[in-house]
C-alpha cells in the first residue's frame, strides 16, 4: 500500500460526460502528480501540483482541469468526454519540490482510477 | 522520433536467469533516472533512483546509467516469478519529478517457473 487513495476505482459514462477523479496524497506529502495512461501513449503526465499551487504542466487537454486543495487532495476534472479519453489515470505524491537535496525521484502512486467512456 | 524508447516486449525467462531491460532515450538533459516496477491492475512503484551516469545496486537489482550513449539498463539477477511485472524507465531534467517523469511505455517481464 503506497499511502495514496484514488477513488473511484472504476467509471463507466458516456461521450460528452464530465467526471471528477479525487486523490488524497500520503501523509506529509506536498506534491500532487496526474498521470495519464493507455495501451498506446504509456504514462503521461498531466500536471503537477505543490502545497496547493500549479507547478508544472505536461500534455493536459484543455479540457481536463485540476486542483489541489488546502488539506492536500486533488481533483482532476475531464470534460466533453471523448472516446480516446478512456484510461487509467494515476494520482502520484511525494513530499519533494525539486533537486536530488530533497530526496527527489520517488514518487508514490495510488493504484489508479480506470475511466471508460462509450 | 519519441523521447523515452523500450521495447514492450512480452520477454519471458526462465527462473534464475538474468534478466537485462533497456531504455534510449533523445533528450540529453535527462539526469535524473529511475526504474518503476507495475504489477497487473496496481500503481507504479519505485525500484532504483540513479543521478547521471554509473551504477547503482540494490540486492539482485543493478541499474546502469551510460548518458554518453543516452542508454540505461536495469539488470535482476536470479529472477524470481514474483518479478514477473512491467518494468517502466523514468527520467527527468530535474530532480523531484518537478517537470513530471517522462517514462518508457514499459517491458512486460514473465518469468517461468
Known amino acids: 500500500d503506497s499511502g495514496v487513495t484514488q477513488t473511484p476505482k472504476h467509471l463507466i459514462t458516456a461521450t460528452g460526460q464530465r467526471v471528477t477523479l479525487r486523490c488524497s496524497p500520503r501523509s506529509g506529502d506536498l506534491s500532487v502528480y496526474w498521470y495519464q495512461q493507455s495501451l498506446d501513449q504509456g504514462l503521461q503526465f498531466l500536471i503537477q501540483y505543490y502545497n496547493g499551487e500549479e507547478r508544472a504542466k505536461g500534455n493536459i487537454l484543455e479540457r481536463f482541469s485540476a486542483q489541489q486543495f488546502p488539506d492536500l487532495h486533488s481533483e482532476l476534472n475531464l470534460s466533453s468526454l471523448e472516446l480516446g479519453d478512456s484510461a487509467l489515470y494515476f494520482c502520484a505524491s511525494s513530499v519533494a519540490r525539486g533537486g536530488p537535496e530533497y530526496g527527489a525521484g520517488e514518487l508514490f502512486f495510488g493504484e489508479g482510477s480506470r475511466l471508460t467512456v462509450l | 522520433q519519441k523521447e523515452v524508447e523500450q521495447d514492450p516486449g512480452p520477454l519471458s525467462v526462465p527462473e534464475g536467469a538474468i534478466v537485462s531491460l533497456n531504455c534510449t532515450y533523445s533528450?540529453?538533459?535527462?539526469?535524473?533516472f529511475m526504474w518503476y516496477r507495475q504489477y497487473s491492475r496496481k500503481g507504479p512503484e519505485l525500484l532504483m533512483y540513479t543521478y547521471s551516469s554509473g551504477n547503482k545496486e540494490d540486492g539482485r537489482f543493478t541499474a546502469q546509467v551510460d548518458k554518453s550513449s543516452k542508454y540505461i539498463s536495469l539488470f535482476i539477477r536470479d529472477s524470481q516469478p514474483s518479478d514477473s511485472a512491467t518494468y517502466l524507465c523514468?527520467?527527468?531534467?530535474w530532480g523531484g519529478g518537478a517537470d513530471g517523469l517522462t517514462f518508457g511505455k514499459g517491458t512486460h517481464l514473465i518469468i517461468q517457473p
Open positions: 533528450n540529453s538533459a535527462f539526469q535524473y
Open positions: 523514468a527520467m527527468s531534467a
